[in-house]
């Protein structure tokens, strides 16, 4: 029984003198890990602000440059849409003459 006594008796001796090491340097440390924690997230707030801002810069362009080629795609289409009416109605206008000369032809023939 006297064994358990002096071992708690000593547990709690060492756990006291444990406990009375200088409290200063905890507390430097602990201001020293808040100062790295806190840095830390102030980083992590300035990196997430940059790549928001290059993420919206990027959708900026992007979106800039899709509007440019629709817009490019549309003029060109249109053009062409319009080369290719001109273009049709011509064929029409020579088939026409075409027919109308072997009309002409066939009646020279005939008589």
């Excluded at 062409?80 to 109308?100: M, S, W």
Aim: glycine content about 8%.
């Amino acid at each position: 029984m006297k064994k358990i006594f002096l071992l708690a008796a000593l547990t709690f001796t060492s756990a006291a003198a444990f406990a009375q090491t200088s409290t200063t340097t905890n507390t430097e440390d602990r201001t020293r890990a808040g100062e790295v924690i806190q840095d830390a997230k102030q980083g992590t707030v300035n990196a997430a602000q940059a790549t928001g801002n290059a993420v919206e810069t990027g959708a900026h362009a992007t979106g800039n440059a899709v509007e440019t080629g629709a817009q490019a795609t549309g003029n060109f289409a249109e053009k062409a849409a319009k080369k290719t009416a001109r273009g049709a109605k011509k064929a029409a206008r020579a088939t026409k003459k075409g027919a109308k000369a072997v009309k002409n032809k066939a009646v020279d023939i005939v008589d």
